[in-house]
């Protein structure tokens, strides 16, 4: 889904993944751990302070990451654009958020036969997403 990165010498940079952790962004900590539990059919782990709350999406390796609330946790449908992935076909995940209470964006769409398909959305706190399926 990108070219090739090169650094000053014109050699491709040595970085396995360029996202190495991300952070959902949540008002409703409760109604976004409900959101993506959902939409995903997973349980998040959760951790509650005194300050913040985080609910980590489940991963034996590769990337991870989490629903977080706190100060500082501004949910925004403009910047970085995440792409989760939907698994096998991302349709099963997509069918999931408006009963979830997300809204979605723009449906399945076909990249190229390489990259696959590709769904944008917004979540039960107003965070713009996308998902990513070969299929």
């Known amino acids: 889904m990108g070219g090739i990165p090169m650094n000053k010498n014109n050699k491709p940079l040595a970085i396995k993944d360029y996202v190495s952790w991300f952070e959902i962004p949540a008002i ?11 939409i995903f059919g997973i349980e998040m782990i959760q951790n509650v302070t005194d300050v913040n709350a985080t609910a980590y999406f489940p991963v034996k390796s590769g990337i991870g990451g989490a629903v977080i609330a706190g100060p500082g946790s501004i949910p925004s449908d403009k910047g970085p654009l995440i792409y989760l992935n939907g698994g096998n076909d991302l349709n099963d995940v997509l069918n999931k958020i408006e009963e979830a209470g997300g809204r979605i964006v723009m449906q399945k769409t076909f990249i190229s036969e390489d990259a696959g398909y590709f769904a944008i959305f917004i979540d039960s706190q107003g965070n713009k997403l996308a998902l990513h399926s070969k299929n």
């Open 28 to 38: 409703d900590f409760n109604q976004a751990v409900y959101f993506y539990n959902h």
